[in-house]
């Protein structure tokens, strides 16, 4: 078993549905990051949680750290949403590893 | 201000050679990563380097090494390459523990 599941692994949507994208990982945990690759493979950020909840523009995760859960969603979705979102936690320790789920294929149809 | 920054953009190589992967931190960033993301996979760690020290290494055999200059700027070397080794190369930065962790472009590696 995966230390980090993702669900859905495909997502598709129409424009302007309300997206959730689930996240569950298995060990105890620093931090839990939410990134966006698009094709061609370049990764952004989009947030790093430790507890509760953040919100950026349309962008909202948050995470319990009791259920070792966290969700991305996105309000009023655009085609431009449309890339991989992947979910990558910090084990803790001295060292800086990520251990990243395999990633949600998010489609927005216009 | 440039971002992380990796050379080469593309690389095709037959098995058997030997390959160095390039990574330029953000200014002011010590700590780089690298990490291995085969297609349709989420990437896999395998190095992390903060003050020029190893500070963590991934399940990956011997034939990757990978080193930090004092520039910050950091070097993966990929030894006997495999099939197996053809991936997206990605290197990240950040300022050091619990701070977030800048992606560059990667680097597309193909073994032929």
């Known amino acids: 078993k995966n230390e980090v599941e993702q669900s859905p692994q495909n997502l598709t949507a129409q424009e302007g549905e309300f997206i959730t994208i689930n996240c569950s990982y298995s060990?105890?945990?620093?931090?839990l990051h939410w990134l966006q690759q698009h094709p061609g493979g370049g990764i952004v950020s989009l947030f790093m949680?430790?507890?509760g909840k953040k919100k950026h523009g349309r962008l909202i995760a948050t995470i319990n750290i009791q259920e070792k859960h966290s969700s991305l969603h996105i309000t009023a979705s655009h085609p431009r949403d449309s890339a991989v979102y992947i979910c990558?936690?910090?084990?803790?320790?001295?060292?800086?590893?990520?251990?990243f789920g395999k990633g949600t294929l998010l489609t927005v149809n216009p | 201000d440039a971002g992380v920054t990796q050379s080469p953009t593309h690389l095709i190589k037959t098995r058997g050679q030997h390959v160095t992967l390039r990574c330029s931190p953000i200014?002011?960033?010590?700590?780089v990563s690298w990490y291995q993301q085969v297609l349709g996979q989420g990437p896999q760690f395998i190095f992390q380097?903060?003050?020029?020290?190893?500070?963590g290494r991934g399940n990956f055999p011997d034939r990757f090494s990978a080193r930090q200059f004092p520039n910050y700027s950091s070097e993966l070397n990929v030894n006997a390459l495999l099939l197996g080794d053809s991936a997206l190369y990605l290197c990240?930065?950040?300022?050091?523990?619990?701070?977030?962790?800048?992606f560059g472009p990667g680097t597309r590696l193909l073994v032929l």
């Open positions: 990240a930065s950040s300022l050091g523990r619990g701070f977030t962790q800048y």
């Open positions: 060990v105890g945990i620093s931090a």
């Open positions: 949680l430790s507890s």
């Open positions: 990558a936690v910090n084990s803790g320790g001295s060292n800086y590893k990520l251990t």
């Open positions: 200014s002011g960033h010590k700590s």
């Open positions: 380097y903060y003050e020029k020290e190893e500070r």
